[in-house]
């Protein structure tokens, strides 16, 4: 996971690989646009792979369905290798959305060989 004092031409060097920076508001937008068949598509996808205990909410459950398809979007959008972020904002944002629920999103993720970590 880079910190916000990290120097991607150093890391990029020194790793060989390439970053790219990807905006909260891109996720969100993403996660805006996805449709209701994409989210039953994931609740399906987490109830095949996850023990998803009958305490969950379904509330819950949508909200990491959609930002796992917002992920599953920026990956194929720019074809990333590996994901990795930080956010510290504001309570009480519309980016909590995002990266309250995106544990299952990244496990998703890391069993696809897409390695996905969060803060």
Known sequence: MLDVYSDMTQLAAACGCQFEMVEMCEVQ????????DQIQEKLKEFRETFAVAPACS????????????????????????????????SRGNEYENIVTPV????????????PATSE
């Open 29 to 36: 937008r993403r996660r805006q646009a996805v449709s209701e």
């Open 58 to 89: 379904e509330y819950e459950l949508r909200c990491a369905a959609q930002t796992a398809c917002a992920l599953d979007e920026v990956v194929q959008a720019h074809r990333l290798g590996a994901l990795a972020y930080y956010y510290e904002g």
């Open 103 to 114: 544990i299952a999103g990244n496990t998703l993720l890391t069993g696809k060989h897409v």
